[in-house]
């Protein structure tokens, strides 16, 4: 295998010129972002903006309902008015006539059970009449025996501050801390499900259109899918770039406050990840001549980074748990779940020695197979290929 830097580059300079002229590219990278803030936004705002809500209640137990409330949610004041029933049928028909947005009913034995039914036309109530119920019940159970400083120590019992303790010392923890894995894993999954959108599409429009023989012509199969990893990599990570922009205020106030070590951990494991299922990505992609049979092989590597995101609170809660150790060091899922662990603990450095070098092997292996597949792949136009005529490309001599 004799690689030329020169065609290399040439080719990953095409691919990105002719990617980013792409009208998915646009609609995916400025506008598909955009329209999701925007109706996060307004949805955000709607859900709070509500001015008045009328809840009924039949009340056994004895609390001091007032007849009205004013809740702060966000600047948006809500006004809950609170009507009495003594028939709990008769609330029931309210509810179902819209004259009341809910029925509270609380019972005689409510100490001993707990108990409180809320009836309401929705499946969820709406959370600001739970939350203003709670602060009742509070009050009413400890009125009289608490003074005003334990009561409001009840109301909000932790100002919590963590400290991971590790041989080089003790840090604080803060919430952006625990946020960025997070962060890190949906950026991943969207950076592969993109990548794998735009290989996809551009190999088989190549194919289609002949245009793949005519740059077979001018570089060796080798060197034309380094050049198209390279090109079509920095396309998805231009499309990264534009996305952290829309979160650059963010960034910009909490970027300081975010461990510096966890960050380069991240990034190289984003890296590690980028490579490994790019090259396989495009390898398997020159197989296909359309897209809706590239699917139904790529689908499946693209739907094994939801087995990290499945698992994430398992991960999070429990890193050391055999199966957090088992999905890091399988490359398809170590990226999002080394990550994930060494978030919330100190993870051994043999564990992360041999999960960095089974990534660095793994992504020599997808690259020799990749080159494999793609010089047969890219003169192929085999329509139906089953997933045994590639495994018999893959082991043909």
């Not at 919590?160 to 919430?175: A, D, N, Q, R």
């Not at 089974?358 to 197979?369: D, N, Q």
Request: with cysteine; aromatic share 10%; glycine share 4%.
């Amino acid at each position: 295998m004799k690689l030329d830097i020169k065609k290399i580059l040439t080719i990953g300079k095409r691919e990105i010129l002719s990617n980013i002229k792409r009208k998915q590219f646009l609609i995916a990278t400025i506008i598909g972002p955009l329209i999701i803030i925007a109706l996060a936004v307004i949805g955000s705002f709607m859900m709070f903006d509500i001015k008045e809500i009328k809840v009924g209640y039949v009340d056994e137990f004895g609390l001091d309902i007032p007849n009205k409330v004013i809740e702060n949610n966000f600047g948006k004041n809500t006004t809950i008015y609170f009507i009495k029933y003594e028939n709990i049928e008769k609330g029931k028909e309210d509810v179902l006539n819209k004259s009341i947005d809910a029925l509270i009913f609380i019972p005689r034995d409510y100490l001993d059970s707990g108990k409180i039914i809320i009836y309401s036309t929705t499946k969820s109530p709406n959370p600001i009449i739970t939350d203003t119920l709670n602060k009742f019940l509070l009050k009413k159970l400890l009125k009289g025996k608490v003074d005003n400083k334990t009561y409001n120590r009840v109301i909000n019992p932790m100002n919590l501050e963590i400290y991971s303790v590790s041989k080089k010392g003790f840090e604080k923890e803060t919430l952006l801390s625990q946020l960025l894995p997070i962060g890190f894993v949906f950026l991943l999954y969207m950076a592969i499900s993109s990548l794998s959108g735009i290989i996809v599409s551009s190999i088989i429009e190549e194919k289609q259109n002949r245009v793949m023989e005519l740059l077979l012509c001018y570089a060796s199969a080798e060197n034309l899918m380094f050049g198209k990893i390279l090109g079509i990599s920095a396309v998805g990570l231009l499309q990264i770039g534009i996305w952290l922009l829309f979160a650059l205020p963010i960034i910009v106030i909490y970027a300081v406050k975010v461990s510096l070590s966890l960050t380069i951990f991240a990034l190289v494991y984003f890296i590690l990840g980028y490579l490994f299922y790019s090259s396989l990505l495009c390898g398997f992609s020159s197989l296909f001549s359309h897209p809706k049979d590239a699917s139904q092989l790529i689908s499946p590597i693209i739907i094994i980074q939801i087995i990290p995101i499945m698992f994430m609170n398992t991960i999070m809660v429990n890193p050391n748990h055999y199966m957090a150790k088992i999905l890091s060091y399988i490359p398809f899922t170590a990226p999002y779940a080394v990550v994930l662990r060494a978030s919330v603990t100190q993870l051994p450095l043999t564990e992360i020695v041999l999960s960095t070098a089974i990534m660095i092997v793994s992504i020599a292996i997808s690259f020799i197979l990749s080159i494999k597949l793609f010089k047969i792949g890219v003169l192929l136009y085999e329509e139906n290929l089953t997933l045994k005529r590639v495994i018999k490309i893959i082991f043909k001599k």
